[in-house]
Nanobody, 116 residues
């Protein structure tokens, strides 16, 4: 059974940093894409950042220059380093893995709260 398990969320003050991790288990293949999405209360889930198996990255405009996605293919793990956090970054952050044949898997989510 494929599982994606996120960790690293929490409460942080504006301007602070957090590092999210997502480890995949139960798979015998490598995800084509691994990325992070977030969903704030009352809003739709949105893409934050994605990392392809080829090493390309893509970021939402709202996080460019502040967030960095990285990936450890050997461990099927993806990370999101979040710096200069803002209150509007408050959301539940979800890890996503997508196979080469288009099947997607989601983690259970980790809460990030940016507040003073």
């Amino acid at each position: 059974q494929v599982q994606l398990v996120e960790s690293g969320g929490g409460l942080v003050q504006p301007g602070g940093s957090l590092r999210l991790s997502c480890a995949a288990s139960g798979i015998m293949f490598r995800f084509n894409l691994m990325g992070w999405y977030r969903q704030a209360p009352g809003k739709q889930r949105e893409l934050v950042a994605v990392y392809t198996s080829g090493g390309s990255t893509n970021y939402a405009d709202s996080v460019k220059g502040r967030f960095t996605i990285s990936r450890d293919n050997a461990r099927n793990t993806v990370y999101l380093q979040m710096n200069s956090l803002k209150p509007e970054d408050t959301a539940v952050y979800y890890c996503n893995g997508e196979t080469t044949w288009g099947k997607g898997y989601w983690g259970q989510g980790t809460q990030v709260i940016v507040s003073s």
